[in-house]
Nanobody
């Protein structure tokens, strides 16, 4: 199983980025997936998640209304569209996946078994 995250970079405040998480060795239609982030000196925190059915999504309050999680089942890829970026969004972003059959979004990092390598997002003021 491999989760390959990409799409990070340097962007000015107010700008946008789209992160991608390409999965191999698993089918995302059977896995709840999520994005977490970790800023320097901070704990890894939940950003957004989507259920294996794709019917449920959930966002941290800090990104609600600015970030959108989505996925392409045919490409076996999960996306995170990030708009109106702020300097406090600067972090390494990780995608994660866990097998699921209950159409639930999991927001605790302890719930996830598979992790990607992370992609750095830097937002300048």
């Amino acid at each position: 199983v491999q989760l390959q995250a990409c799409g990070g970079g340097l962007v000015q405040a107010g700008g946008s980025l789209r992160l991608s998480c390409a999965a191999s060795g698993l089918s995302i239609i059977n896995y709840a997936t999520a994005w977490f982030r970790q800023a320097p000196g901070e704990e890894r925190e939940f950003v957004s998640g989507i259920s294996e059915s794709g019917n449920s999504t959930y966002y941290a309050d800090s990104v609600k209304g600015r970030f959108t999680i989505s996925r392409d089942n045919a490409e076996n890829t999960v996306y995170l569209q990030m708009n109106s970026l702020k300097p406090e969004d600067t972090a390494v972003y990780y995608c994660a996946a866990r097998w699921s059959r209950v159409s639930t979004v999991y927001s605790s990092r302890r719930d996830y078994i598979h992790w990607g390598q992370g992609t750095l997002v830097t937002v300048s003021s």
